[in-house]
Nanobody, 123 residues
Framework: QVQLVESGGGLVQAGGSLRLSCAAS????????????MAWFRQAPGKEREFVAAILWSGLSPTIADSVKGRFTISRDNAKNTVYLQMNSLKPEDTAIYYC????????????WGQGTQVTVSS
């Protein structure tokens, strides 16, 4: 199993920036980290969970959702076992709970989830 702990959420004005962090741990992750895909999802009140970004633990193939492309970037720090989501030019519609997720590359679904961190963007 993989344990994921998010941090960095908060209240910010429109146009501002936040950086979310996701610290990964666990015996399985430590042994097979290079085989993992790390991702960020978000869920706004009354809406379905939405994919935001993903990256291979190797750092290759970062993928960003069209809704945040050009404003959000995903990266990772192997030494810290941490994945980041840098969010710039935030909009009120970015308000949501942001979740970190992980899965082995060979799996179809994400099966490891963090507890989520709230991001609120005021207009």
């Amino acid at each position: 199993q993989v344990q994921l702990v998010e941090s960095g959420g908060g209240l910010v004005q429109a146009g501002g920036s936040l950086r979310l962090s996701c610290a990964a741990s666990g015996r399985t992750f430590s042994s097979y980290s290079s085989s993992y895909v790390m991702a960020w999802f978000r869920q706004a009140p009354g809406k379905e969970r939405e994919f935001v970004a993903a990256i291979l633990w190797s750092g290759l193939s970062p993928t960003i959702a069209d809704s945040v492309k050009g404003r959000f970037t995903i990266s990772r720090d192997n030494a810290k076992n941490t994945v980041y989501l840098q969010m710039n030019s935030l909009k009120p519609e970015d308000t949501a709970i942001y979740y970190c997720a992980a899965k082995l590359v060979i799996r179809k679904e994400y099966d490891n989830w963090g507890q989520g961190t709230q991001v609120t963007v005021s207009s």
